[in-house]
């Protein structure tokens, strides 16, 4: 069974530029959650997806946004990029979370943004 | 506002010995309480999940334990290998429940001698 994708693995981008990073979760999870990592902050839980739905956002300024896709398939997007932005971006996916019931969170590899 | 807090933030011991990493966190309500382990460049593997009903959890040559009263968790790690090398993060899952939504600590770098 593959795991969890992302792409693409390395983006360099400039100042004001926006940009789209996409995961595409284990076959079967409906579930996907995203996460910034920096070297400062460590990892910070930005959204999570389920069924199409955002049901939860972590504190990050309105410029990090995210959608998923009826296949489960995920993008975040950053618009007018600064240079903290620069970080490691984990998704994770699951099959689902439900009221007593816990499901194990997979990691993908994470993509790697640099900002000049 | 959950806190997590990891202690060492970096240790380095020689081969075989015993070693425990410490986590704490502000806000005992929590769910559950779990240990990734980290690879230099890659994503995080998960290693123990503790459920809030439980006291500890073991994997092989790991143990973790949890206090929800003193909002603590340890990570044992029996007769440590060169392979254990990596960062150990814990996360305190205070979603609720019903979604996903972890608060991680920063991390213990893990240097493991031959």
């Known amino acids: 069974k593959a795991g969890v994708t992302q792409t693409p693995r390395y983006l360099i981008k400039t100042r004001g530029q926006q940009v789209t990073l996409s995961c595409s979760p284990i076959s079967g999870h409906r579930s996907v959650s995203w996460y910034q990592q920096t070297p400062g902050q460590g990892l910070q839980f930005l959204f999570e997806?389920?069924?199409?739905?955002?049901?939860n956002k972590g504190n990050f300024p309105g410029r990090f946004s995210g959608r998923q896709f009826s296949n489960s398939r995920s993008e975040m997007n950053v618009s007018t990029l600064e240079l903290g932005d620069s970080a490691l971006y984990l998704c994770?996916?699951?099959?689902?979370?439900?009221?007593?019931?816990?499901?194990?969170?997979?990691f993908g590899p994470g993509t790697r943004l640099t900002v000049l | 506002k959950q806190e997590v807090t990891q202690i060492p933030a970096a240790l380095s011991v020689p081969e075989g010995e015993n070693l425990v990493l410490n986590c704490s966190f502000t806000d005992s309500a929590i769910y559950n309480l779990q240990w990734f382990r980290q690879d230099p460049g890659k994503g995080l593997t998960s290693l123990l999940l503790?459920?809030?009903?439980?006291r500890e959890q073991t994997s092989g040559r790991l143990n973790a334990s949890l206090d929800k009263s003193s909002g603590r968790s340890t990570l044992y790690i029996a007769a440590s290998q060169p392979g254990d090398s990596a960062t150990y993060l814990c996360a305190a899952d205070d979603s609720g429940g019903s979604n996903y939504k972890l608060t991680f600590g920063k991390g213990t770098l893990l240097t493991v001698n031959p």
């Open positions: 503790i459920q809030s009903s439980q």
């Open positions: 994770a996916s699951s099959l689902a979370r439900l009221a007593g019931i816990y499901n194990e969170q997979f």
């Open positions: 997806y389920f069924s199409e739905t955002q049901r």
